[in-house]
């Protein structure tokens, strides 16, 4: 049964920093790309980040690049986004979600806010 369970989310001040991952089992995390997606309150759905399944080719949505960071550790079975210089409007709820077009499976994410 593939499983993605995402963690590392809370309350964190305008300029912190947080690290997400995304725990997967069922699969075979080195076969797959990853991709991470956010839903802001009362917003659709954001994509966020995209891991080939390499782990080498990475993209960001503009919003976020330069600030986040993605990464993926298959002996861990495990996929990161490391989010630094963190904004109010990085508020969200965070999903990680197996492949890109079509993304089969979904965690059922992590809430991330930033406040002061």
């Known amino acids: 049964e593939v499983q993605l369970v995402e963690s590392g989310g809370g309350l964190v001040q305008p300029g912190g920093s947080l690290r997400l991952s995304c725990a997967t089992s069922?699969?075979?995390?080195?076969?797959?790309?990853m991709t991470w997606v956010r839903q802001a309150p009362g917003m659709g759905l954001e994509w966020v980040s995209y891991i080939h399944s390499g782990g080498k080719d990475i993209y960001y949505a503009d919003s976020v690049k330069g600030r986040f960071t993605a990464s993926k550790d298959d002996a861990k079975n495990t996929v990161y986004l490391e989010m630094n210089s963190l904004k109010s409007e990085d508020t969200a709820v965070y999903y990680c979600?197996?492949?890109?077009?079509?993304?089969?499976?979904w965690g059922k994410g992590t809430r991330v806010t930033v406040s002061s």
């Open positions: 979600a197996r492949g890109s077009d079509p993304m089969d499976y």
């Open positions: 069922g699969f075979t995390l080195s076969r797959y790309a």
